[in-house]
């Protein structure tokens, strides 16, 4: 049996909690990407994604032992960044994959249009045969400012009580940190809930981490309609760690 989050409809939101939106395309490795400059793709998003920074680390791998041997260093596939003029959002590409990526995120319909530009240009420059792992994941980050609240209890006090079940209890007070996974199977999907506290930092928080991907051999026909389909069980499920009256501390425009 798959997921049964109640549907609700898409309410944007004038201060959405979300730290960051990632889609990440996964595919078998393109030797031309890591052979040639990617100026032709670079020309299909460029309009957009005018800035380009490219990252390329060196990996360094010691022996187990003393006796080991002698350190060896690789160096790893070239990873092209190319980012919106704000530099909030990002296109990466790599040897073997794609994502987008937006820390500022509006509505699924920007992020959708987004992700629709990416996908046309890899398709007409490089033409995966197959994708391997599709994924979608929403980070939302929940401060006592961020959701108008005085204290971190308020802010616990936005989600179900399954979500705060450790914060309930006389055996012990609040947590310096906490750190859950909830892996969730639909289908041939699986949607990974995570959730994490910490108020070790300036100002405590409450994550709220939906990832949702397929894996396989997995057709790019039709990908962004495949995300939208991502993009509503996360939704659902989004809506449904939150209590009825909390989506009000966010700016909903109806």
């Not at 609040?174 to 969730?184: C, E, I, K």
Request: glycine letters at 4%.
């Amino acid at each position: 049996m798959g997921l049964n989050f109640p549907h609700h409809p898409d309410i944007p939101l004038a201060a959405p909690p979300l730290a960051e939106v990632i889609c990440q395309v996964r595919f078998p490795p393109i030797l031309r990407i890591a052979r040639e400059e990617p100026s032709e793709f670079q020309e299909h998003i460029r309009a957009r994604f005018p800035l380009l920074d490219i990252e390329q680390g060196v990996v360094v791998k010691f022996p187990a032992s003393a006796s080991g041997g002698a350190p060896s260093a690789e160096v790893p596939p070239r990873v092209f960044r190319f980012g919106s003029e704000d530099s909030r959002t990002f296109v990466a590409l790599a040897v073997d994959f794609y994502a987008l990526s937006t820390q500022r995120y509006t509505h699924w319909a920007d992020f959708a249009a987004d992700l629709a530009l990416v996908q046309a240009a890899v398709e007409a420059v490089y033409r995966p045969a197959h994708a391997t792992r599709i994924g979608l994941r929403f980070i939302n980050r929940f401060t006592p400012q961020g959701a108008h609240c005085a204290t971190m209890s308020e802010v616990l006090a936005l989600f179900r009580p399954e979500l705060t079940a450790l914060f309930h209890t006389d055996a012990w007070s609040q947590p310096a940190s906490l750190v859950t996974q909830l892996n969730l199977p639909d289908d041939q999907a699986m949607l990974t809930l995570r959730t994490a506290f910490s108020d070790a930092e300036e100002e405590p928080f409450f994550l709220l981490d939906f990832d949702y991907y397929e894996e396989g051999r997995l057709d790019f026909d039709k990908l962004v309609e495949r995300c939208d389909n991502y993009h509503r069980v996360i939704y659902n499920a989004f809506r449904w760690s939150l209590r009825e009256s909390s989506l009000t501390r966010f700016g909903p425009e109806v």
